[in-house]
């Protein structure tokens, strides 16, 4: 079964960059998409970027233009590259995979911004 498996994330101020990674440890599916979400504290899990297997991906409209999905089907893997980061991005972020019906998710990452 597909195991998600996040790294990356940490403290950085704001205007930095972080990278985060996600990888499919089973390397099983060939999943439809893969993708970013995030969860502050006090709010509800909003998607940050998802790729879809096609190649086209969507944002969050308070990351487009900052943040850059990539993807590799390859290896199951997909990032997240986050630029000129805001201290409202602080939150817990997950990595996610859709296929066959199904959705997994990976462990969640903390990612803060400090001003």
């Known amino acids: 079964q597909g195991q998600l498996v996040q790294s990356g994330g940490g403290l950085v101020q704001a205007g930095g960059s972080l990278r985060l990674s996600c990888a499919d440890s089973g390397r099983i599916f060939s999943f439809s998409a893969m993708g970013w979400y995030r969860q502050a504290p006090g709010k509800q899990r909003e998607l940050v970027a998802k790729?879809?297997?096609?190649?086209?991906?969507i944002y969050g409209d308070s990351v487009q233009g900052r943040f850059t999905i990539s993807r590799s089907d390859a290896e199951n893997t997909v990032h997240l590259q986050m630029n000129s980061l805001k201290p409202e991005d602080t939150a817990v972020y997950y990595c996610n995979a859709e296929a066959l019906g199904r959705s997994w998710w990976g462990q969640g990452t903390q990612v803060t911004v400090s001003s």
């Open positions: 790729s879809m297997s096609g190649g086209s991906a």
